[in-house]
């Protein structure tokens, strides 16, 4: 009932900060990495390790993402979108890997009547209220 899925590869803007704890000698030789050129920079290292690895499990992914039934990539909810589940009397499983959004015109009213639980491994975006209103629904 979502409006826009995308890939999963990212675009500028819709990235999210992640904080690793490395130890000084693993530090040391990121930076020594970086100074010979081999990256720009300790940013660009850590990527380039992150996809390596995730494309050395990309079949387990694969196989899990069909197994439970997730969406990948960017999943965004409109008014429209939950008003139109509410009349049909249907409540969403809002299940993505990515970036799940629901419209900042969407009441806490609507998101509570629409929107049955949240699953996001990834980024979820909703505003304040609605995101206090599914609280006890998002896993």
């Known amino acids: 009932m979502a409006t826009e899925l995308t890939e ?5 803007g819709e990235t999210e900060k992640m904080t690793v704890n490395v130890g000084v000698v693993d530090l040391g030789h990121v930076d ?3 100074q010979e050129g081999f990256y720009s ?6 990527r380039t390790a992150l ?9 387990t992914l694969k ?6 039934t997730l969406m990948v990539g960017l999943q965004h909810y409109s008014r429209a979108d939950l008003e139109r589940t ?5 409540r969403l499983q809002v299940q ?4 799940a959004r629901i419209a900042d015109d969407v009441t806490p009213e609507l998101a509570s009547a629409a929107i049955e639980s949240v699953t996001v491994l990834g980024a979820f975006q909703a505003s304040p209220a609605v995101r206090r209103a599914l609280s ?3 896993h």
């Not at 996809?51 to 079949?59: K, M």
């Open 32 to 34: 020594l990495l970086v």
């Open 51 to 59: 996809r390596n690895q995730l494309a050395l499990h990309a079949d």
């Open 136 to 138: 006890g629904r998002i």
């Open 8 to 12: 999963p590869r990212q675009r500028a």
């Open 63 to 68: 196989q899990t993402l069909a197994r439970r």
């Open 41 to 46: 920079n300790r940013s660009d290292l850590i």
């Open 86 to 90: 509410v009349t049909a009397g249907e």
């Open 96 to 99: 993505v890997v990515g970036l």
